[in-house]
């Protein structure tokens, strides 16, 4: 198996109601099939998919689903950024878990649940710089 994720699955309740929270956000949807929303995103893509959709095709009950200890995280170019990003979720429709703070390892974060509860980080990372398309690595880019 390859090192790489290529599409992330977010069950949603409401496909069009996710897809309006992620639009506000700045996000551009790609031509998908009915019933499902996409964005392609650096290298992989964000896939909205009915809640109920999704267990059926893995036999689940809905239920069982849960919502996993999943963080999804977006770095960001200076730290100024984490909190105006969290202020653009909150208006949205996101909740936000934890404000923008500096954290003991000299970074900047923050977290906000989606519309769905679906758990983001918001992080500014001064020991990792983006890429010039904004791509992230551990390490960074120099």
């Known amino acids: 198996m390859e090192q790489r994720i290529s599409l992330i ?3 949603v309740r409401d496909v069009a ?6 639009e ?3 996000w551009t949807r790609v031509d998908s099939p009915d019933g499902i929303v996409v964005f392609d995103l650096i290298g992989q893509t964000l896939g909205l998919y009915p809640r109920a959709d999704l267990a059926r095709d893995m036999g689940l009950e809905e239920n069982d689903l849960g ?3 999943t963080t999804l995280a977006y770095n960001v170019r200076d730290k100024q950024q984490v909190a105006q990003l969290l202020d653009r979720a909150r208006d949205a429709g996101a909740r936000i878990l934890k404000p923008a703070h500096d954290v003991f390892w000299g970074g900047h974060i923050g977290y906000f649940a ?3 509860g679906h758990i983001w980080e918001i992080a500014h990372n001064p020991f990792s710089p983006l890429s010039d398309e904004g791509a992230f690595r551990w390490n960074g880019y120099s």
């Open 9 to 11: 699955t977010l069950a």
């Open 17 to 22: 109601q996710s897809a309006a929270f992620y």
């Open 24 to 26: 506000s956000m700045g």
């Open 67 to 69: 919502t996993g200890a």
């Open 114 to 116: 989606d519309p769905d």
